[in-house]
């Protein structure tokens, strides 16, 4: 619904969610429905919704926002933030095509690229950050020179942090050489930097990061900078991941 559009007011109710049309009009003839205060008893009546104070039986009606999940390419050299003090370009640059405001979930270091969701949903948003629901993240890791297999023992089993030691992790070597590395991690939480620091406490410091994927949703060939709004199907699979609707 246009929320800046007049309305009949069974219109509004109706596809508020409140009752079916044919209930609304019932309502408004038996008086239950205020507009600004005051009854509206008459069928034809308009009002706007998210404008006019609208309410049956006393209880105010809220416009239903649509929930959005956005998947965006993060470039490097571009900040996790909605503002940025330094001016420096952010996320939202990138979002600006999206009509209502969604927020990052978590966060990529300016230096690092890849899959980023954006969401208006704050349930969802939280859920997906929560150590609790363990979303599996997936990174594709350029580290400095060729790790031991008892450094890739320690990435896999569990790292001595500052913060405490981390929790298992899975690990695949896609390339390697003398002077470097590239691999793959899946990490079950999201401490601040942490593949970073996993690396740099086996002697490997990250020389690229890009995650590919949270959850089920894939990078795919997404673009660095472009954005995709997930379908409705995507965001399913993605509650359903965080224990969200059954
Ligand atoms: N781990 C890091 O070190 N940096 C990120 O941006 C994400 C995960």
Redesign the pocket.
């Known amino acids: 619904m246009n929320q800046m559009q007049a309305e009949r007011l069974q219109k509004i109710l109706s596809e508020a969610g409140i009752t079916s049309r044919r209930k609304a009009e019932k309502l408004i003839l038996q008086g239950r429905v205020t507009v600004n205060g005051k009854v509206v008893s008459e069928l034809g009546t308009k009002a706007v919704l998210g404008k006019d104070d609208i309410c049956v039986d006393g209880k105010a009606i809220k416009a239903e926002t649509e929930k959005v999940v956005v998947a965006l390419f993060k470039p490097k050299s571009c900040v ?1 933030t909605l503002h940025d003090p330094q001016g420096r370009p952010t996320v939202a640059d990138l979002v600006k095509s999206i009509p209502v405001r969604v927020y990052p979930v978590g ?3 300016y230096d ?1 690229e890849g899959l980023l969701l954006m969401t208006n949903d704050g349930e969802l948003a939280h859920r997906l950050q929560h150590p609790r629901y363990k979303v599996p ?1 997936t ?1 594709l890791v350029k580290i400095r020179g060729r790790p031991l297999e008892e450094a890739l023992g320690r990435l896999q089993q569990g790292v001595e942090l500052e913060d405490g030691i981390t929790a298992p992790a899975e690990l695949q070597i896609l390339e390697d050489d003398k002077k470097a590395t590239w691999l793959t991690l899946t ?1 079950r939480e ?9 690396c740099a406490a086996v002697g490997c410091p ?1 020389l690229r ?1 890009r ?1 590919t994927k949270i959850g089920p949703i894939d990078l795919g060939n997404l673009q660095p900078g472009r954005i995709r709004k997930l379908k409705a199907r995507e965001v399913r699979v993605l509650r359903k991941a965080v224990g969200l609707d059954g």
Do not use: E, S
Request: glycine fraction near 4%; proline fraction near 0%; avoid cysteine.
């Open positions: 996790t966060r990529l270091d690092a993240k990174y990490l999201g401490r601040n930097h942490q593949v970073k620091r996993m990250v990061l995650r």
